[in-house]
């Protein structure tokens, strides 16, 4: 049975404007991917439902501790579509004891999330990426966690969602994502050609960004221009 759903929309979200030019990309791109983290089955707010299997690909579901396991699974999912979290982090977890699964372990860390447990999440999705190294939905939701994080980490963030769009070539959101986070870091070009994948395959409103990037590269290059034709017009030092 499925059971899981991605915190989707890394970038569909308000940015904080306390935050320094820098790290305001980055907190926009959490909202993207704040809601870029896929859950089980379950559809929180912000959230857009992608469901995943509740066993992995060689799991038989004869053992009595996996049964048990598959159950705590979607019983979770039952109480985070209920808006439980914490019951349902209290399931996964049960989950996870029994049976360590790549779907128990990542909506895990949905919930982790959601409570602001960045740590923890970030170590929920890395295991469930160890077992399912395949999930773009995994690699886009620890993008995230790596963003909003106390410490936040562009760099492993960037690294993920490059990885999630590799494994997901065709997911605007994830293109759209990556895009913003690679605007936020200063990669503006590889932005530019990001967001007009994710408008290429029907995210509207990366137009603004992509009219916004490409203000900011040309705004660069007549600033090199005029940089140039300063010292070029620079009197020559009298020997």
């Excluded at 469930?128 to 993008?143: E, G």
């Excluded at 992509?210 to 090199?224: M, T």
Aim: proline letters at 4%; hydrophobic letters at 40%.
């Amino acid at each position: 049975m499925s059971t899981t759903t991605r915190l989707s929309q890394l970038a569909r979200a308000t940015r904080p404007s306390a935050l320094s030019p820098a790290r305001t990309g980055l907190a926009r791109s959490v909202h993207l991917a704040a809601s870029a983290a896929r859950v089980t089955r379950a559809a929180l707010p912000g959230l857009t439902r992608r469901w995943a299997t509740s066993t992995t690909a060689t799991s038989s579901a004869v053992n009595p501790a996996e049964v048990d396991a598959m159950h705590c699974l979607e019983e979770g999912t039952q109480k985070l579509e209920e808006g439980d979290v914490q019951a349902a982090k209290e399931l996964y977890k049960r989950s996870v004891d029994m049976k360590r699964t790549a779907s128990a372990l990542f909506n895990l860390g949905v919930t982790h999330y959601h409570l602001k447990e960045f740590d923890e999440a970030i170590a929920a999705w890395k295991e469930a990426i160890a077992l399912q190294p395949s999930s773009a939905d995994a690699h886009t939701n620890l993008a995230s966690a790596y963003i909003v994080s106390p410490v936040s980490r562009p760099d492993l963030a960037l690294h993920h969602l490059r990885v999630a769009s590799s494994l997901a070539p065709e997911d605007a959101e994830i293109a759209f994502n990556l895009a913003a986070v690679l605007e936020a870091c200063g990669f503006l070009e590889e932005a530019l050609e990001q967001y007009k994948r994710s408008k290429e395959f029907g995210v509207e409103r990366a137009a603004m960004h992509i009219r916004n990037v490409s203000a900011k590269i040309l705004g660069k290059k007549l600033q090199a221009a005029e940089a140039e034709t300063k010292q070029e017009d620079k009197p020559e030092p009298s020997s």
